[in-house]
């Protein structure tokens, strides 16, 4: 129904933002990847939006980018998993690392999340796997089994999750578990 709002942002109060359109002033829900984002109060905005009907509210969602909403959108097509429950999981992680950490399969990496516990995030990697990652430009694409030890030896060793995923980049495509881990850990070493 409401698909794009463009206006002045009028007032910002995590993850609440309310955008003056023409004199109407509309309180949207967004991502914090989202909020940090936005301009100051006062400046223009474009936001795009998905709108929740349900029998006690209606509430505004808004994302800065196509490929947030269509995360959000595959997100709340869950069992169990609610729009506040998809805000919060692309809050905790930007669309690139939700990707790949269902491109890899790694539960881990969605636990981190506020309000996801083990079952949640395994379930919410069952029901992603081929929805998101390549359509969603997963950073690593497809990753073979040698890179995905390597990053998880990286995780393992304390490293973030972009340091891990950048020093991934850096190593040739056909190179060994052993041999990869300790050409990553002499570029993360520098």
Sequence with gaps: MIGKLTGIV???NPPQVIIDCGGVGYE????????????????KVTLLTHFVVREDAQILYGFATNTEREAFRELIKISG??????????????????????TLQEAGRLIKVPGIGKKTAE???LELKG???????APLGAVGDA???????????????????????ALPKDVGVSDGIKLALKSLAK
Aim: glycine share 10%; no cysteine.
């Design 10 to 12: 009028s007032d910002k």
């Design 28 to 43: 949207v829900q967004v991502p914090m990847s989202t909020f940090y984002n936005l301009p100051a109060d006062g400046h």
């Design 81 to 102: 998993v609610g729009p506040r429950t998809a805000l919060s999981v692309l809050s905790g992680m930007d669309v690139g690392d939700l990707a790949q950490a269902v």
């Design 123 to 125: 379930r919410l990697l």
């Design 131 to 137: 929805k998101l990652g390549a359509d969603l430009g």
């Design 147 to 169: 890179q995905s030890d390597i990053l998880q030896a990286l995780l393992a060793l304390g490293y973030s999750d972009k340091e891990a995923a950048a020093a991934l980049k």
